[in-house]
């Protein structure tokens, strides 16, 4: 998962092809709880690229995209937001699975 360190940058990477953007933060627990199985989220959805996004180091992108609970997911296909699973509960493995697949079906 790479990671995005500007606003700038995340304006820049949601623009091109299927991008998965996680808003996430060190100190989370619930991030840390999901954090062993990104590894297989990624490489079952690889057609989407998977970024973190830091809440103590871009406060004001989690506020302009009203992200107030950590870990939320929003979801891009060139430029356009697809979906989110934005809420302040924790996240299991198939919640997530079960999210991205749901997207691909809203496009059928």
Request: aromatic content about 12%; some cysteine.
């Amino acid at each position: 998962m790479k990671t995005i360190e500007r606003i700038e940058q995340y304006n820049e990477a949601i623009q091109h092809g299927k991008v998965i953007m996680m808003f996430t933060a060190d100190w989370c627990r619930d991030c840390q709880f999901i954090k062993p199985v990104l590894p297989e989220i990624e490489a079952q959805f690889s057609d989407y690229t998977f970024y973190a996004v830091d809440r103590d180091q871009l406060l004001d992108l989690f506020a302009e995209h009203n992200v107030f609970g950590i870990p939320s997911f929003i979801v891009y296909e060139n430029g356009q937001e697809k979906g989110r699973f934005v809420s302040k509960d924790r996240k299991t493995k198939e919640e997530i699975v079960a999210f991205i697949q749901s997207l691909g079906e809203r496009d059928e």
